[in-house]
């Protein structure tokens, strides 16, 4: 599947978007089969309760006719007597059956939800890096949380009243013919004049409560983006453009939850309406039966019982129907997620990495365009090998192309053609989780997580110890500063680690790095956020970690080249120069102008 067919799949969703043809599709809540299924012993004892307490609702008016029309007689006080008896134990059984009915099924709908989540989040964690090109992170957070939530009420609560209100509905209209075939056929009569419009409302609904999720989406999107860089909107006082637009964002929101309301509101009066006003003229039909022998008042007030129940059963209906329509545009958000394959897939029979790993790099006549950029080629052409233990340098404008080849060799894209090779295998044959096992990567913008130092560190290497941890921060020249936070490796970090300074964060990178202890290094720009004196301490730890192992370092600053053994000048997706600093500084071409550029600055 290409990365276009990606972004399609998803829809990245276009506002509003509803179903084919606007009609209702309960499909997507299909989906959720498997899910049930795993908790199937959990999910038939729900329904076995919620059988028993329908059925037991339903006992409830021959117990009333029968007292109406043999009870209320001098010599029936016993019979009175035994009738409320068995309607306290039918009301026991009622009340049993449904709690244990409401625990099921509450406690189910949190369960399926939760391994929802789950799977939701661990398919993102798969996904291509390409993926997230597009991919709003505010709008799959809503999918994770806002979604999830709208399915768990229809799977813990909707789904199960609307089977206990078929139950009642199809139960209380059989029992009514049996009651009473003549006044039944009033009540079937009015049927199709109550469920048309409930279907076709209904429609309405769901359209227009994919258009809430979707706006909602696009408010907590919003609200993310600014969240995450609160320093900078305060730096710019901007904080008035943010609420207004966050203000209009949310009011948007809430229109179209407004307008879900209201759609079903006048779904709800419409079907009260309708359902009640039959039963108010079939009660008016059964009157003039009583007046005129037909049928008995018990038997009439047994009738209007079920009449209820079917009419109530059949009214709930309505309202449940618009919240699982509503439920079945969140599933299909969310199984959207589900449905969009990886770009970077791994081969149904991968190619075995060499071990002992030699860390050797090759690119053969490379070229590569973003997907979002198809027709710009970032790479072009492009060749040259690294040798296991080589130190490499790769040196050139800013767009040239330099980080691109470090995603290339993480295999987080493919090639658009030529080969990029790992020890001697094609990336494309390769297991991508072997392969990145074997590299180290220290970014320019460090990450760092809001969890404490040593979990931060140990991020590089998840099984190692505490000695270990210590001992790679020490490497990184981290541990003086580490020393002096609160509770040391213990320390909470805020959240992508603002509460440390720009070289702080890179020096946690750089342990992390360390402790990952992989053949291949990775440094972009690895000391660019250091000042003077920490660079030369972590230089120091950089170039006795790259004797160990191959190592390529992308630098703007020279200075933090003159180590390596050899030096690739990118410019415009192709290499221009070839050589080690001394060779290049009197070369005359781009090395040359750049290094003069530094050098005399400094």
Known sequence: ?????????????????????????????????????????????????LIVAALTTLVVPVA??????????????????????????????????????????TTLGERIVADLRADVFAHLTRLSPGFFDTAKTGEMISRLTADTTQIKSAVGASVSIALRNLVLFFGGATMMVVTSPRLSLFVLGAIPIIVLPLVGYGRAVRKKGRQAQDRLAEASSYASELIGAIRILQAFTNETMAKHRFTAAVEDAYGAARSVTRARSVLTAIAIFLVFASVVLVLWVGAQDVLAGDITAGRLGQFVLYAVFAAGGLGELSQVWGEISQASGAAERLFEILDVEPEIETPASPVAMPVPARGAVAFDNVRFAYPTRPETFVL??????????????????????????????????????????????????????????????????????ASSVADNIRFGNPDAGDDAVRRAAEAAHAAEFIARLPQGYDTTLGERGITLSGGQRQRIAIARAILRDAPLLLLDEATSSLDAESETLVQKALTQLMQQRTSIVIAHRLATVLSCDRILVIDRGRIVEEGTHAQLSVSGGLYAR?????????
């Open 594 to 602: 750049l290094a003069k550029l530094q050098f005399e600055a400094a």
């Open 1 to 49: 599947m290409s990365f276009a067919s990606e972004g399609r799949g998803l829809g990245v969703p276009q506002p509003g978007a509803p179903a084919a043809g606007g009609k209702v599709n309960v499909k997507p809540l299909r989906r959720l089969l498997p899910y049930i299924v795993r908790y199937r012993g959990r999910a038939l004892a729900a329904l076995v309760a």
């Open 64 to 105: 009333v006719r029968r007292m109406i029309d043999f009870g209320f007689t001098a010599q029936a006080a016993e019979l009175i007597n035994s009738y409320f008896s068995v309607l306290i134990a039918v009301v026991g059984v009622l009340a049993v059956s449904s709690a244990l009915r409401y625990y099921l099924v």
């Open 380 to 449: 072009d052409g492009l060749s040259f090998d690294v040798k296991p233990g080589e130190r490499l340098a790769l040196v050139g404008p800013s767009g040239a192309g330099k980080s691109t080849i470090f995603h290339l060799i993480l295999r987080f894209y493919d090639p658009a053609s030529g080969r990029v090779r790992f020890d001697g295998v094609d990336l494309r044959q390769a297991d991508p989780a072997a392969l990145r096992q074997r590299a180290a990567l220290v970014p320019q913008d460090p990450v760092v997580f």
